[in-house]
C-alpha cells in the first residue's frame, strides 16, 4: 500500500481560530480521498470526503490538489469540540483505502 | 444491525494463547476491513472481505494471523500464539459497495476490540 504522510501534530490552536493541516499522498493514480476523525480512543468516523473541485461541510472545507498530491482540511471558527485527531484516507480503487496516521488537533479555550 | 459490533470489547491474554475477535458488519454491507491500531499509531490494514472472499491479505502480519468470513456477514479474526507486540486495538469496519473504480467505500467503524497479551 502506499504512503500517506501527515504531520501528527499536536497543533494548539485557540478557541475560534482557524487551522488548516494538509496531507500528502504518493501514488499519482489515487482516486478518492477522505477525511476521517477520531477521538481519543474512539474508533474513526467519516468527517467529509474530498472532490477534486474543492468542497465545504459547514466549517469544515477539503481541497484536493492533484498536481502537487495533496489534500487539505480547513477548519474555521474552532470548538473545543473539534479536538480530535483528523486520519487522511486515500484509495487508488474503490476497496483499497490507506489511512494516514493522523494530526492531533487540540483546541485551546 | 445498526451499526458494526465487535466483542469483546477487552481481551486480556496470556503470551502463546490462541484468540478469536468477531465483528459484525451492518446488515446488507458486503465489504468488510480489519484494520490494527497500536497506542499512539496509525490505523494499520490487515484485510479486507468482499462477500465471503478475501482479495486483499497483503497486510496480515505473519501466519499467525487468519480471518475469515462467512455468510456474508459475521467475520472472525483469528490469532494463534500471541505475542507482546500483537497488543492493540483490532478494528473492523463495513461498507455497502455501490461502484467499482469510480468511487472509494465509506467506512462504518466498530468500537475495536482492545487485546492486551501480557
Known amino acids: 500500500r502506499k504512503e500517506v504522510e501527515q504531520d501528527p501534530g499536536p497543533f494548539n490552536v485557540p478557541e475560534g481560530a482557524t487551522v488548516a493541516f494538509n496531507c500528502t499522498y504518493s501514488?499519482?493514480?489515487?482516486?478518492?480521498f477522505f477525511w476521517y476523525r477520531q477521538d481519543c480512543r474512539k474508533e474513526p468516523k467519516l468527517l467529509m470526503s474530498?472532490?477534486?473541485s474543492g468542497n465545504e461541510d459547514g466549517r469544515f472545507t477539503a481541497q484536493l490538489n492533484r498536481a502537487s498530491q495533496y489534500i487539505s482540511l480547513l477548519i474555521r471558527d474552532s470548538k473545543l469540540s473539534d479536538s480530535a485527531t483528523y486520519l487522511c484516507?486515500?484509495?487508488?480503487?474503490?476497496?483499497?483505502?490507506?489511512f494516514g496516521k493522523g494530526t492531533h488537533l487540540i483546541i485551546q479555550p | 444491525g445498526a451499526g458494526v459490533s465487535q466483542s469483546p470489547s477487552n481481551k486480556v491474554t496470556e503470551k502463546g494463547k490462541d484468540v478469536e475477535l468477531r465483528c459484525d458488519p451492518i446488515?446488507?454491507?458486503?465489504?468488510l476491513y480489519w484494520y490494527r491500531q497500536s497506542l499512539g499509531q496509525g490505523l494499520e490494514f490487515l484485510i479486507y472481505?468482499?462477500?465471503?472472499?478475501?482479495?486483499?491479505k497483503s497486510g496480515l502480519p505473519s501466519d499467525r494471523f487468519s480471518a475469515e468470513r462467512t455468510g456474508g456477514s459475521v467475520s472472525t479474526l483469528t490469532i494463534q500464539r500471541t505475542q507482546q507486540e500483537d497488543s492493540a486495538v483490532y478494528l473492523c469496519a463495513s461498507s455497502s459497495r455501490t461502484s467499482g473504480r469510480s468511487g472509494a467505500n465509506v467506512l462504518t467503524f466498530g468500537a475495536g476490540s482492545r487485546l492486551t497479551v501480557l
Open positions: 474530498v472532490y477534486s
Open positions: 501514488n499519482s493514480a489515487s482516486q478518492s
Open positions: 446488515s446488507g454491507h458486503t465489504a
Open positions: 472481505f468482499q462477500g465471503n472472499s478475501a482479495p486483499d
Open positions: 484516507v486515500v484509495a487508488v480503487y474503490a476497496d483499497g483505502l490507506t
